[in-house]
């Protein structure tokens, strides 16, 4: 099934930044919207603001619009404040869309965990991600910087620890 | 004719070549020397001939010599000449072509034209008297025998003297020319401090002085350029002058307005006004001094300055606001359109067009899509669609 884009992305004034307040509020929480949408679909890795631009995401090729520089950084910027990015890097060149944020997925992995009885069990990333248990949940195939970020959360709301094992790192549920 | 000498046709420290012109005949006098053909070189400092066929044969006058110059028109078979009075030479004078001549004057005949402009900066030049502030050394140099005169300055060293000096020069000539701005400048800031006296003591004394004294420094002030210094009373801040304008400007553009959909810029008033006049013009300032008394007048039209800074006449009746529903119905009728497609459709200049659909985004009816294609304007579907 190919990926829906939404009406906002045959509007060509949708590449380009609105002046007036509350029409450029809309147009950034579509933008904002079809960020995530695309990102999930795609199963978007980092990637570098260089990137972006080039990425059909930012880029209608058949309606030959682009969203400027410019523009592409101020919906990066709503994003990192609604919490679903985050920057790599000190210089703010490499970025992650988090389409689901880590306390939500921390969540999702907390309530499997608890629904299975398994609290204070002590797992690997590896089997929490793709052990032959998790293949029905949502969180089976997360990558591993989206797991830490999740596992983190849930740290600090103490629910889990991360630990160190011989081959790598692993989590105590509490 | 004696009074010129050998020279190698290169320009002195300090000496900058002004006008050259080729096809210059050289007479002594009324009569014709065997320098028949050459190139004319006008310098700060020097007139210069140097012969076309023979580059090495170069003779020079210093502009000192010149008494004063003429101009002798064209005549059938006769080229224009400039004639030239001179001083008798000095008698430390470089060696020339000439010992001695029995003319105080000289001709340059123009075979190829150009001695209008040669004219003028000979003209210049003399008047100028440039080379008394750029002193050169005085001794022209001889031709072939090199040594005397000026120093030859050598190899790098040389160089850098020459650039120190020219430095020098230039630093010195700014400082030169900019000492009569300061002095104005300090002028200025005592008229400055006058007038603001004065209008301060206007301001204390508004009981003593008449209404009309009041306008009339008012008026003072305005043509030294100081706005209105005195608090906005009811007749705002213009004189009687600009109240009479106000009012006849209201009786003038009436019927304009009205023809143009109740809304002009005010370059388009102040283009139809001034030919309206014929004499007795209008200038830009007093157009707007009058203008911005219209409301405050009660006259029916007023003065409406857009977001953007362009100014606008309205008549009162007018609603631009009204006329951006119109405007966001047009718009959606065609899908999108720039400024200049409504300006047509609609039949506006393309300014005030555009002043329309920007108020229109502004409301929120339109957005825009600013792309390499130019900026169209579109009905604002992200606050009325989904």
Known sequence: MSFAWPWQYSFPPFFTLQPNGETRQKQLSAWCALALAYSQRHRLPAMTVREAQDSPLFANRRLQ????LESIQVVLEELRKNGNLEWLDKNKTSFLIMWRRPEEWGKLI?????????????FTLYEL????????????????TMLLRALQALQQEHKAEIITLDDGRGVKFF | MDRFAWTSGLLELGETLVVQQRGVRL??????VKFDSGVLLLSTHRLIWRDQKNHECCIAIPLSQVVFIEEQAAGIGKSAKIVVHLHPASSNKEPGPFQSSKYSYIKLSFKEHGQIEFYRRLSEEITQRRWENMPTSQTIQVNKDSQAGRIRAVGIVGIERKLEEKRKETDKNISEAFEDLSKLMEKAKEMVELSKSIANKIKEKQGDITEDETIRFKSYLLSMGIANPVTRETYGSGTHYHMQLAKQLAGILQTPLEERGGIMSLTEVYCLVNRARGLELLSPEDLVNACKMLESLKLPLRLRI????????????HNEEEMVASALETVSEKGSLTADEFAKLVGMSVLLAKERLLLAEKMGHLCRDDSVEGLRFYPNLFLTQS
Do not use: C
Request: aromatic share 10%; net charge negative.
């Open chain 1, 129 to 144: 991600a793709s052990g032959d248990d998790t293949e029905n949940e949502e969180f089976h195939g997360l990558d591993e």
């Open chain 2, 306 to 317: 857009f977001d953007s800074g362009v100014m606008v006449i309205e008549l009162q009746s």
């Open chain 2, 27 to 32: 007479y002594d006098g009324e009569e014709k």
């Open chain 1, 65 to 68: 619009r682009k969203l400027p």
């Open chain 1, 110 to 122: 907390y309530q499997w965990v608890s629904k299975n009885g398994l609290t204070n069990s002590v």
